[in-house]
């Protein structure tokens, strides 16, 4: 999707969009687009057995975006082996969960009780997974940024 939209030019007015402050939004692959990375099964769609990859997006958000953290096999594993081989800080979303970003502010929704978001990193080569509160008010982003 990215090799794509970057041919087509579609990469440039999402910038724009972005910068004007249009509404932006996604799931799965549409919402790995807006970081700098993220953690894709786009080979698997030509070979079910191809592993996980890290693939760059559009970079408006410094961080590595995991979908459908729990809930498809490999995931876990694939961005704790990710993140052990680049640092760096990575968001993880269970389906059902959202992450909404307004401005500088931050904050989870889902639509299922038992959906989660995680603020993933290694510190001291220890893999951590510290789940992100789900709460009605806005977070600064920047507490993304600052590893546990």
């Not at 995931?75 to 307004?102: F, H, P, W, Y």
Request: hydrophobic share 40%; charged share 25%; with cysteine.
């Amino acid at each position: 999707m990215m090799r794509i939209w970057r041919k087509q030019g579609v990469d440039k007015i999402l910038q724009l969009a972005y910068k004007k402050g249009i509404v932006l939004a996604g799931l799965s692959a549409g919402v790995i687009c807006w970081f700098r990375y993220g953690n894709s099964d786009s080979r698997k769609f030509k070979n079910p057995t191809a592993p996980l990859i890290k693939v760059k997006g559009l970079d408006l958000y410094p961080l590595l975006l995991c979908p459908h953290y729990h809930q498809e096999k490999g995931r876990v594993k694939s961005l704790q082996q990710m993140m052990k081989k680049t640092g760096g800080m990575a968001i993880a979303l269970d389906n059902c969960s959202a992450l909404e970003i307004v401005g500088g502010t931050y904050r989870i929704l889902t639509s299922h009780r038992k959906s989660k978001a995680y603020k993933v990193y290694w510190k001291k080569s220890i893999y951590h997974q510290d789940e992100i509160p789900i709460k009605k008010d806005f977070s600064m982003v920047s507490t993304f940024l600052a590893k546990g």
